[in-house]
């Protein structure tokens, strides 16, 4: 466009050369229109150009009109076909994208003739680099409805799949003609300020969680729990508000997740997350299924598992998790709350004149607080044992971490009968 633009303006020029006979307005005339066609050219060419999406600041707009077109409209999926569904999502996704979690899980959803799918691709720490891809997909939970069947499958080049590492924490997926790079969530440099790491507590790892909030998981050595620790290091994308019971527990207005001011330190630690998020296994059930396994040096996480539980020693890798994969040790000091009288035992805990100070901090641990409740009333019915179950397990096999009904985020299914110890893992 540009270069027919110069070819016009000199052939404008060399016409207006040669009729020097004409008068002086009429140059003048000629002039201004030739400035006005180029004009018109470049805004043509400005045009035809795409135009570059920027990121202004400006919040982006979501529409009732474009869900409601989304929902009625028609669509034809091989929803049962697993390798056509990862083909299906490979396609769908660009060329390289950000996985933000720190257990590398990339979560998707679509809406296919009226019902809402979810699901995820893997880049699991421990057989990422044996180029093998974790794919899995379930109609979407809700609170009030039974958990409908799970597609899970690992994939290699068996079903034409490849998985090639290109750098640190960067890795190219490809299923037939169709590439996509996966960038993890590169958090290695990051670290706590020492103000907030109380005596006898070791830094894990840094925590991505799928709500947008980054946490620090630690570990008391001396109390033998642990903690997640809200990073206040950079942005916190909530809002919170004091509990009508006491300033010192505040909660999330957009993850619902309940926290505990600390007395002794400036830090908050998490304490809480909403029932009905745990229930819907939705982005905020709490971080307890985004360990930092990208950042765990060596045998670091195994020796602290086994220093809370002996018995498991032989049972699970250094991730905690079984050598067949089925089942992995929960992190969860966390409880799920309804209301917010819920979370007031935390505080109740934490200001007793019966907790000595070296006590101080178990207070924050939700199954030391079920047990100080025991004092003065029966424990709650949905007391957890430290298991996560996978959705393709079915409810007898394992104890919920929070609820009969709750199903914690998507895992491999179990491939073997559950080990004796298995009050103590948590399914993958």
């Known amino acids: ?92 996704l660009p060329d390289r994208v950000k996985v933000y979690p720190t257990e590398n899980y990339y979560y998707f959803s679509f809406i296919h003739n009226g019902r809402r799918f979810a699901g995820n691709i893997r880049l699991d720490a421990s057989n990422r680099d044996e180029g093998k891809v974790i794919f899995a997909y379930y109609e979407e939970l809700s609170e009030w409805k039974e958990q409908s069947p799970v597609t899970h499958i690992v994939l290699d080049a068996s079903q034409g799949v490849s998985v090639e590492k290109l750098e640190h924490l960067v890795y190219r997926v490809s299923h037939g003609s169709k590439s996509v790079v996966f960038v993890l969530n590169d958090l290695s440099k990051v670290r706590p300020p020492a103000s907030i790491i109380g005596p006898h507590e070791k830094f894990i790892g840094p925590i991505f969680d799928e709500s947008g909030i980054r946490f620090f998981l630690v570990y008391n050595t001396k109390l033998k729990i ?37 007395w002794r330190l400036e830090r908050k630690i998490l304490i809480g997350a909403f029932e009905g998020n745990i ?16 950042f765990i040096e060596g045998e670091a996480l195994r020796a602290i598992i086994l220093d809370v539980e002996p018995r498991l020693k032989g049972h699970i890798d250094r991730f905690g998790g079984s050598p067949d994969g089925s089942v992995r040790y929960m992190i969860a000091p966390y ?50 044992s430290r298991v996560r179950k996978s959705r393709s397990v079915g409810a007898s096999a394992f104890s919920n971490p929070y609820s009969q009904n709750t199903e914690p985020k998507l895992r491999p299914p179990v491939t073997s009968e559950a080990s004796s110890n298995s009050s103590s893992v948590r399914a993958l």
């Open 279 to 294: 229930r819907a296994n939705n982005y905020f059930d709490g971080p307890f299924d985004q360990l930092p396994d990208n």
């Open 1 to 92: 466009m540009i270069k027919s633009a110069r070819r016009l303006t000199r052939h404008l020029k060399n016409k207006h050369l040669v009729k020097r006979h004409r008068n002086p307005l009429q140059i003048a005339n000629r002039a201004f229109s030739v400035i006005g066609l180029l004009y018109a050219l470049a805004m043509l060419a400005a045009a035809i150009v795409p135009a570059v999406p920027q990121n202004t600041g400006i919040p982006q707009l979501q529409t009732n009109q474009a869900y409601i077109e989304e929902v009625t409209r028609p669509t034809t999926l091989s929803i049962h076909d697993p390798i056509a569904m990862f083909d299906f999502v490979l396609n769908s």
């Open 335 to 384: 409880l799920p709350f309804r209301t917010e009288d819920d979370l007031y035992p935390f505080h109740k805990c934490a200001t007793s004149r019966k907790i000595s100070a070296d006590s101080y901090y178990q207070c924050f641990d939700g199954d030391y607080v079920i047990q100080h409740e025991r004092l003065e009333r029966p424990a709650p019915s949905g007391h957890r």
């Open 226 to 262: 642990f903690h997640y620790l809200l990073d206040e290091t950079v942005l916190v994308t909530d809002e919170f508000v004091p509990s009508h019971l006491t300033d010192r527990i505040i909660i999330g207005k957009r993850t619902d997740f309940a926290f505990y001011r600390d």
